[in-house]
């Protein structure tokens, strides 16, 4: 008899069949209790792809039981997180999709719960997509502990996996459809008995026909109640509970008074019943939040089809060069794998063998390909065009560019401008107004009116809903967020959608914004007569641990005999170093003249070498300007924007690109101090400026800014400091991106502007009489489709 393995770890399994685990209907065996309800708890979490897909197995849970596991304690294995959690020095983050928001207040309730626990760095709830990005401590508290917390308010969390989500959300909507269908037909039914009822035609009615009807329709409208319109007491309860009110308390006890008031009328057999408008406005209040969902499920499906660009498969290549085709998801830092053209790239890494090009467009938005050579960069759910390479793994799961993009493009979509806000703090107090506003209506209409008090008072309580006021910014706001992301536009801080609009001067960096950054070393001027001296080589050693592009001009004359040691770089001018053990520097000529004993420079070069009495050499570099460089300005200064060039450059240079580009004003040899200065200066005359710039270097100048702007490549993306990063070479994405924004704007200005007209409007013709229950709840939905509807435009903009 073959010995058994455990299932999970891989350890001998010494007690037979005593502990198993039902996975993919096959009972497997496990070696100890901890294992069995480690791997029972991933299973019911819904993680079952984790035995697909592992590398390894899982480690050993002697020292477990199932007693001190809860339901949410698989997602703190590390071999299960490695999936969905991105770990930082300090810090993990993931996304979670939630289960049961409805409104803008479920939001407000889970980050108000949690943002105060301890090791919670920060929550931000998005209602339009229904998922949260949290940022924790793992050393303060666990992942399957903030689960529960937002569990035992009433919501069910989950990391946010793609195909998990897409399968709970058609179960969602299968359910929705259910309740749905099922208020309609009762609706159908009440309504012809609350015909036979109320018509003349059947004036005449025998009380004992009209207590019949009345029991019939009493009959068919309790599903509706009971279960057609769970969803609104839940969401009441929930708040309730937590001790605030929402959008759905009103619905709730207008639903629920209707019922009762009409069963007590039913049973006794005096006053009114209620039941066809308790079941129509619930039939419509349920058809428009259906319409509602589907359409903030469109608005945040751009995300989600970042992650499905990713294959499924990878070609593993093996020491001996077999081919073994495997999961993607089994890729590990160090693996390399064989990429043939037309094949999608299955994980972050660099080429190692061949030369093609690639398709990224996934990330800029850039249909044109980009060549590819030898120890170049190529990222996971690009497209391999030309030839077949050879790719080693650098980054996998979280750590990949995508996975990157996608986590800042849901940090945008919960970015909530100064407006949104205000208007949160103006809903948490709008369901107390109609609250006491329904109280008083039906005291004064009891008075005057009694007969018709109770459903004018209902008319209230469901016409006069701030969700339209809730929805009018996030939505609007996850729309321009998914544009950007088609545009390869990462918006990295809150309040870019507030500033795009608003600027109206932009300053320009010259090497690597204007310019392709790639610069090339077109000269070089010897000033001593020692021939010994390589001062290329020198130069190549002292710039040999910058990522600056000037120090990439020197990458090709790098010699291994040179060593550095006590080297000082100085932002914006130059850097002094000891190669082999003589001083150096290297920089400007300002740089030169302030740090050594020199105040005659010879020359017009970009960069000096000199040690502490000689002048050594001048290099002069050249950088090509960006193809797209002069329509973008052109462009811009259609659209009114004010532009200047703020370069360290002391060249001849400055001028050329300034000329070929039709910039007028240019401010060249400024160090990172004086450009912020220039900015400054700006800002007083009342500027609001933009100011593009290396996101990497210029970290203090770009936080001196309005906004700021740098092109963004690869993993310089994750430790960019700019508000905005435009993914590519693409300059002409800025102006595209203001445009959207400034239509985002507008958006979000008339969604306010019909959601408070619309309040305005309501409860003035609620309280007097003028609307039925089923009008109000006709209203009241519509009313937050149109906000829906609108903020959906934006997804049609032609870029």
């Known amino acids: 008899?073959?010995?058994?393995?455990?299932?999970?770890?891989?350890?001998?399994?010494?007690?037979?069949?005593?502990?198993?685990?039902?996975?993919?209907?096959?009972?497997?065996?496990?070696?100890?209790?901890?294992?069995?309800?480690?791997?029972?708890?991933?299973?019911?979490?819904?993680?079952?792809?984790?035995?697909?897909?592992?590398?390894?197995?899982?480690?050993?849970?002697?020292?477990?039981?199932?007693?001190?596991?809860?339901?949410?304690?698989?997602?703190?294995?590390?071999?299960?997180?490695?999936?969905?959690?991105?770990?930082?020095?300090?810090?993990?983050?993931?996304?979670?999709?939630?289960?049961?928001?409805?409104?803008?207040?479920?939001?407000?309730?889970?980050?108000?719960?949690?943002?105060?626990?301890?090791?919670?760095?920060?929550?931000?709830?998005?209602?339009?997509?229904?998922?949260?990005?949290?940022?924790?401590?793992?050393?303060?508290i666990k992942l399957s502990e903030i689960l529960a917390q937002i569990s035992r308010i009433g919501y069910q969390a989950a990391p946010y996996q793609v195909d998990d989500e897409e399968i709970q959300s058609k179960k969602n909507s299968r359910k929705f459809l259910l309740r749905l269908g099922l208020a309609g037909f009762a609706t159908m039914q009440v309504m012809m008995f609350a015909l036979a009822l109320y018509s003349d035609y059947f004036t005449d009615l025998d009380v004992e026909f009209r207590d019949y009807f009345r029991w019939v329709s009493m009959i068919f409208a309790a599903p509706v109640v009971f279960y057609s319109a769970q969803p609104f007491y839940f969401s009441a309860l929930r708040a309730m509970l937590s001790g605030r009110l929402n959008m759905d308390v009103s619905v709730s006890?207008?639903?629920?008074?209707?019922?009762?008031?009409?069963?007590?009328a039913t049973v006794s057999g005096q006053g009114e019943v209620y039941f066809e408008s308790v079941s129509m406005f619930t039939f419509f209040l349920l058809l428009g939040r259906y319409f509602e969902q589907n359409a903030r499920q469109k608005a945040s499906i751009s995300s989600n089809n970042l992650h499905k660009l990713i294959p499924l498969t990878a070609n593993l290549?093996?020491?001996?060069?077999?081919?073994?085709?495997?999961?993607?998801?089994?890729?590990?830092?160090?693996?390399?794998?064989?990429?043939?053209?037309?094949?999608?790239?299955?994980?972050?890494?660099?080429?190692?063998?061949?030369?093609?090009?690639?398709?990224?467009?996934?990330?800029?938005?850039?249909?044109?390909?980009?060549?590819?050579?030898?120890?170049?960069?190529?990222?996971a759910g690009?497209?391999?065009?030309?030839?077949?390479?050879?790719?080693?793994?650098?980054?996998?799961?979280?750590?990949q560019l995508v996975a990157e993009i996608i986590r800042l493009q849901e940090a945008a979509s919960n970015n909530k401008p100064k407006v949104a806000l205000y208007v949160d703090t103006i809903s948490n107090y709008f369901t107390w107004t109609i609250l006491v506003v329904a109280a008083l209506t039906y005291l004064v209409w009891k008075h005057y009116?009694?007969?018709?008090?109770?459903?004018?008072?209902?008319?209230?309580?469901?016409?006069?809903?701030?969700?339209?006021?809730?929805?009018?910014?996030?939505?609007?706001?996850?729309?321009?967020?998914?544009?950007?992301?088609?545009?390869?536009?990462?918006?990295?801080?809150?309040?870019?959608?507030?500033?795009?609009?608003?600027?109206?001067?932009?300053?320009?960096?010259?090497?690597?914004?204007?310019?392709?950054?790639?610069l090339t070393l077109r000269e070089t001027q010897r000033f001593t007569q020692d021939e010994s001296l390589e001062v290329l080589a020198i130069a190549a050693a002292m710039?040999?641990?910058?990522?600056?592009?000037?120090?990439?001009?020197?990458?090709?004359?790098?010699?291994?005999?040179?060593?550095?040691?006590?080297?000082?770089?100085?932002?914006?001018?130059?850097?002094?170093?000891?190669?082999?053990?003589?001083?150096?520097?290297?920089?400007?000529?300002?740089?030169?003249?302030?740090?050594?004993?020199?105040?005659d420079i010879k020359g017009d070069h970009s960069v000096y070498l000199a040690d502490k009495t000689r002048l050594l050499a001048g290099f002069t570099l050249s950088d090509t300007v960006r193809e797209d460089a002069k329509a973008t300005l052109y462009t811009l200064k259609e659209?009114?924007?004010?532009?200047?060039?703020?370069?360290?450059?002391?060249?001849?240079?400055?001028?050329?690109?300034?000329?070929?580009?039709?910039?007028?004003?240019?401010?060249?040899?400024?160090?990172?101090i004086d450009k912020l200065k220039l900015i400054n200066l700006l800002r007083d005359q009342g500027k609001q400026v933009v100011m593009f710039g290396d996101g990497v270097n210029d970290a203090p100048v770009l936080a001196g800014a309005n906004l700021s702007v740098a092109m963004g490549s690869g993993a310089d993306i994750a430790k960019n400091s700019a508000d905005l990063i435009l993914l590519g070479d693409q300059l002409s994405r800025f102006p595209q991106a203001v445009r959207i924004a400034k239509l985002t704007e507008q958006i979000i200005r008339q969604n306010l502007i019909w959601a408070l007209g619309?309040?305005?409007?309501?409860?003035?013709?609620?309280?007097?009489?003028?609307?039925?229950?089923?009008?109000?709840?006709?209203?009241?939905?519509?009313?937050?489709?149109?906000?829906?509807?609108?903020?959906?435009?934006?997804l049609k903009v032609r870029l």
């Open 382 to 399: 690009t497209i391999n065009v030309d030839h077949p390479i050879k790719v080693h793994v650098t980054a996998t799961g979280q750590d």
């Open 253 to 264: 006890i207008a639903i629920c008074g209707a019922y009762i008031a009409s069963c007590i």
């Open 639 to 672: 659209m009114g924007f004010a532009t200047c060039i703020a370069s360290g450059d002391t060249s001849e240079h400055v001028e050329q690109v300034a000329a070929e580009v039709g910039i007028d004003t240019l401010h060249k040899g400024l160090k990172p």
């Open 317 to 379: 290549l093996d020491d001996e060069g077999n081919q073994t085709e495997v999961p993607a998801k089994r890729l590990k830092v160090g693996d390399l794998i064989m990429v043939k053209p037309g094949e999608v790239i299955a994980a972050d890494g660099d080429i190692v063998e061949g030369m093609s090009s690639v398709n990224e467009a996934m990330l800029t938005g850039e249909q044109m390909p980009v060549t590819k050579n030898l120890n170049s960069q190529v990222y």
């Open 543 to 599: 710039e040999s641990q910058s990522i600056h592009p000037i120090a990439k001009a020197f990458t090709p004359y790098y010699q291994t005999g040179y060593r550095l040691s006590e080297s000082q770089y100085v932002a914006g001018e130059g850097v002094i170093a000891s190669v082999n053990d003589t001083r150096y520097f290297l920089g400007s000529a300002v740089f030169i003249r302030g740090n050594t004993q020199l105040s």
């Open 758 to 794: 619309y309040n305005l409007l309501i409860i003035p013709l609620a309280v007097t009489g003028h609307v039925l229950p089923y009008i109000a709840a006709i209203g009241m939905s519509a009313s937050s489709l149109i906000v829906v509807a609108n903020s959906l435009r934006l």
């Open 1 to 140: 008899m073959d010995a058994l393995n455990c299932f999970h770890c891989g350890e001998p399994v010494t007690t037979g069949r005593q502990f198993e685990t039902l996975i993919d209907n096959v009972p497997q065996p496990m070696c100890c209790p901890g294992c069995q309800a480690v791997s029972a708890a991933i299973i019911e979490a819904g993680l079952t792809n984790y035995y697909k897909y592992r590398t390894e197995p899982g480690s050993k849970q002697t020292a477990l039981v199932p007693e001190a596991l809860n339901a949410f304690s698989a997602f703190d294995l590390k071999e299960v997180q490695q999936d969905f959690v991105h770990q930082d020095k300090q810090s993990a983050s993931t996304s979670l999709t939630i289960d049961g928001i409805t409104c803008a207040a479920c939001a407000w309730l889970i980050e108000h719960k949690l943002q105060h626990i301890d090791g919670i760095n920060k929550i931000a709830v998005n209602t339009t997509t229904e998922r949260a990005q949290v940022s924790w401590d793992p050393e303060k």
């Open 449 to 518: 009116w009694p007969e018709d008090a109770f459903w004018v008072t209902l008319s209230v309580l469901v016409a006069t809903c701030p969700c339209a006021l809730a929805l009018a910014t996030p939505t609007a706001v996850t729309c321009a967020t998914g544009l950007f992301t088609r545009l390869g536009v990462v918006a990295r801080r809150p309040g870019v959608f507030e500033k795009l609009p608003k600027v109206d001067q932009v300053v320009f960096d010259k090497t690597g914004t204007l310019t392709c950054g790639s």
